[in-house]
């Protein structure tokens, strides 16, 4: 079946530096993929969508400058936390869905905890 | 908006028990429904879907009836064991939406042997 690699797993940084995070469709061309963020206790929080070629579509209250996307192939997207401070420790995950995929459920990483120090 | 209600946790039951847990639904038509599962320090793995009125999903001895009339999903598993105990959200995707999944807030459950 169709797979999702998140990379890395788990990221520890210093508060004002920066972190990518990895999304990567081993098996599949990813025409769309999709960052959730999930805070301790809670649902996944859809951040943006991004499709391949195209800049992303932020959800309201995302920063776009701070949380910088970048779908540049079919097979890989990026999630570029910028200047990270304590509140954006988080765990992150990302899916990604096909061309033909349309109403089947999307496939997703097994996600990203960042912590901020 | 489109928008999915669940029962909150946590729930805990004793092995073999008889699970339920409540989902329902706001959508403008018709839209496919899901159940995922979440264990510890892991992502997202779809355990059952529906995509129309009256289909029943299963995977794993769980099941879920999309039910048109009252708007739900609820899982149901006859017989919970240990390795059941995780996190479960039930979401939806519209129709003719691009693959976007709108989530519940996730319920806890802790099986206890």
């Known amino acids: 079946g169709a797979v999702v690699s998140q990379h890395p797993s788990r990221v520890i940084c210093k508060s004002g530096t920066s972190v990518k995070i990895e999304c990567r469709s081993l098996d599949f061309q990813a025409t769309t993929m999709f960052w959730y963020r999930q805070f301790p206790k809670q649902s996944l929080m859809l951040m943006a969508t991004?499709?391949?070629?195209?800049?992303?579509?932020?959800e309201q209250g995302v920063e776009k400058d701070k949380f910088l996307i970048n779908h540049a192939s079919l097979t890989l997207s990026t999630l570029t936390v910028t200047s990270a401070h304590p509140e954006d420790s988080s765990f992150y995950i990302c899916?990604?869905?096909?061309?033909?995929?349309?109403?089947?459920?999307?496939?997703f990483g097994n996600g990203t905890r960042l912590t901020v120090t | 908006g489109d928008s999915v209600t669940q029962m909150e946790g946590p729930v805990t039951l004793s092995e073999e028990a008889f699970l339920t847990i409540n989902c329902t639904y706001t959508?403008?038509?018709?839209?496919?429904l899901f159940w995922y599962v979440q264990y510890p320090g892991e992502g997202l793995q779809l355990l059952l879907k529906?995509?129309?009125?009256?289909d029943k999903g299963s995977n794993k001895g769980f099941e879920a009836t999309y039910r048109k009339e009252t708007t739900s999903f609820h899982l149901e598993k006859g017989s919970v064991q240990v390795s059941d105990s995780a996190v479960y959200f039930c979401a939806l995707m519209g129709r003719g939406a691009t693959n976007k999944l709108i989530f519940g807030t996730g319920t806890l459950l802790a099986v206890q042997p």
């Open positions: 991004s499709n391949e070629g195209s800049k992303a579509t932020y």
């Open positions: 959508a403008t038509g018709y839209p496919s």
């Open positions: 899916s990604a869905s096909g061309t033909g995929f349309n109403n089947s459920p999307l496939h």
């Open positions: 529906a995509t129309k009125a009256d």
